[in-house]
């Protein structure tokens, strides 16, 4: 537990979880999970190299549909040999049984995405995580994506694959290697046609699940890389809001480095204002308050629209209010005008999930300094009668949020 600010109850943000369209007419008519058995066993042969293409492709087609359902992920992954064969179907070269191939992968990001088959998977396929990321920081790979989206859902709930992952990411100490490591990873996401056949928008989804790891934030905080800096426009990519979610995510998870604070913070990385920019308005305001902005804040046009997803917008202010828990940072957010945006943020937001968030933070910014010994709220023990005290707010105030839900939804 973190501080008594019910603000700063929160946990690490994860990528969302990818899921590729797989309904297959055909695997409907089958009437039972035995029938399906028999075909998933048929599969085995069907996808191997050696196959005619069109038996292939149509093989992986219906793999792909079985990979729709629980029960059809469930007797794949159960199949003796399936997901070996799949694996090899996978790594074949680009220009052979292109739509079996691309099946192929699309069914193993669905198969990833369920948590109930990734054990098995992974005992049965040790090295895929590894396979997959060789695969998604290949430049002319031509399913790059999908090995992203892939390992964006490995990665979300697992531990073990998160470590296994970060130790496959770290720097090598041969300078002329070309192994993947973290800066590889935020390269790939953030050059513009570095892999020319494929987006590589789930690299931000896999890179906010490995930023729960604290090496990984020690990584990407190194001031001497830049890497942050690299992965702030992103904050506004216009095209999917899969890059902005990740991206947005790593920076909040980055922020429970309170130590880092003062220099993101700072005219090195100006986080504050990327954070502030998707939640500004087009709001007109007087002279005394505009020149309490940051200059990229200041006088925006009468157009300016802000972040359209509810979700990346709580996670935007959990981010700020990360960055008020130290004194430090409490001063130099209140000193950039922060306050200012959250003010008309809070009379627009339609969300009550995100306006909540803002009503904590606003009450951070224009409440009392903590009293002495309690400056930074991340490292303040909580009473355990106190934490059951908040976890009770916090239900509470989940009960309220339903209700207004609710109510909203009424005709």
Not at 19 to 31: N, T
Not at 67 to 76: F, I, V
Not at 188 to 198: E, I, K, R, V
Request: glycine fraction near 6%.
């Amino acid at each position: 537990m973190m501080a008594p600010c019910p603000g700063f109850l929160m946990e690490e943000s994860r990528g969302a979880a990818p899921q590729v369209p797989s309904s297959i007419s055909g695997m409907s008519r089958l009437e039972s999970s035995a029938e399906v058995a028999e075909v998933a066993r048929e599969f085995v042969t069907f996808l191997t190299q050696t196959a005619r293409p069109d038996i292939q492709a149509e093989a992986a087609h219906h793999v792909l549909g079985l990979t729709g359902s629980d029960t059809g992920r469930s007797l794949l992954v159960a199949q003796a040999g399936l997901l070996p064969a799949l694996v090899k179907l996978m790594d074949a070269p680009p220009a052979a049984a292109t739509g079996a191939v691309g099946d192929a992968w699309r069914a193993m990001v669905n198969l990833c995405a369920e948590p109930n088959v990734q054990n098995s998977l992974l005992a049965e396929l040790p090295q895929l995580p590894r396979q997959l990321l060789s695969r998604a920081l290949a430049p002319n790979w031509p399913w790059a994506g999908e090995a992203a989206a892939a390992l964006a859902n490995l990665s979300r709930e697992s531990e073990p694959v998160r470590e296994l992952l970060t130790k496959s990411l770290e720097p090598s100490s041969d300078k002329a290697s070309q192994e993947p490591s973290l800066a590889l990873l935020v390269t790939a996401l953030t050059t513009p046609g570095y892999n020319p056949h494929s987006p590589l928008h789930y690299l931000a989804s896999l890179l906010s699940n490995l930023s729960h790891l604290p090496r990984v934030r020690a990584f990407l905080l190194e001031p001497n890389r830049r890497l942050i800096q690299r992965l702030l426009p992103l904050i506004h990519w216009a095209d999917s809001a899969v890059p902005r979610m990740g991206v947005v995510g790593t920076l909040r998870n980055c922020c429970f480095e309170h130590g880092s604070h003062e220099w993101l913070l700072g005219p090195q990385v100006e986080l504050l204002t990327f954070l502030l920019l998707p939640l500004a308005g087009p709001e007109e305001l007087s002279e005394e308050e505009m020149d309490r902005l940051p200059m990229d804040l200041q006088y925006l046009p009468p157009d300016k629209e802000r972040e359209p997803e509810a979700e990346i917008r709580k996670m935007l202010i959990e981010a700020i209010m990360l960055l008020t828990a130290t004194a430090p940072g409490r001063k130099l957010v209140k000193g950039q005008g922060a306050y200012l945006v959250l003010r008309e943020l809070h009379s627009w937001e339609p969300d009550p999930d995100v306006r909540l968030a803002c009503e904590k933070l606003i009450q951070v910014l224009i409440g009392d300094e903590p009293e002495a010994g309690m400056e930074n709220l991340l490292e303040v023990s909580v009473p355990p009668d106190v934490e059951q005290k908040l976890q009770q707010l916090d239900q509470q105030e989940q009960q309220q949020l339903q209700q207004e839900r609710e109510e909203a939804n009424q005709p």
